[in-house]
């Protein structure tokens, strides 16, 4: 596992910059942070490109599949690259996922003349919000 405990190392600088959408969308990558994400991502199959965990969570690295970059940060290189007022110490840059292929493909024969289209959601628990609220309404697909 690699070390980096500056916060002006070249690839340090460049996971901050994933903070702001006109970068991600120039990276093609976006960012979780926090254990639970962390492990949202390990149950659905997803293989990050780049992992730092401070030293008290580095022992999440090794979870990791062999192809993901781990590197144990410094707190200050990780309050660098993190956007939490709490941060919990994992910090994991995935490549953009193409969902769309797989949710058009499986969708493809249904009709469904009410459709709930969203953007940016940032916070998991506003997901879950707004899916009940839908099938609360009947949205049922």
């Known amino acids: 596992m690699n070390q980096i405990s500056s916060r002006t ?3 340090i600088v460049r996971m901050a910059k994933l903070s702001e959408r006109k970068y991600r969308d120039e990276e093609g990558m976006f960012f979780i942070e926090g254990r639970k994400l962390f492990d949202e991502m390990l149950k659905s199959g997803i293989t990050p490109i780049y992992a730092f965990a401070t030293p008290k969570e580095s022992a999440l ?5 062999q192809e993901c970059a781990c590197y144990e940060v410094t707190e200050g290189v990780y309050q660098k690259i993190s956007s939490e007022k709490s941060p919990q110490g994992i910090f ?3 490549k953009y996922l193409d969902n769309f292929h ?3 493909t499986i969708y493809s024969d ?8 969203l953007q940016s ?6 997901l879950g919000t707004i899916v009940r609220s839908a099938r609360a309404f009947g949205i049922n697909r």
Do not use: H
């Not at 690295?61 to 599949?65: A, G, K, R």
């Open 121 to 126: 959601v940032r916070d998991p628990g506003n």
């Open 9 to 11: 190392n070249p690839l």
């Open 110 to 117: 249904a009709f469904c003349d009410t459709v709930l289209c």
């Open 92 to 94: 994991c840059a995935i």
């Open 61 to 65: 690295l090794n979870t990791l599949p």
């Open 102 to 104: 797989k949710f058009a």
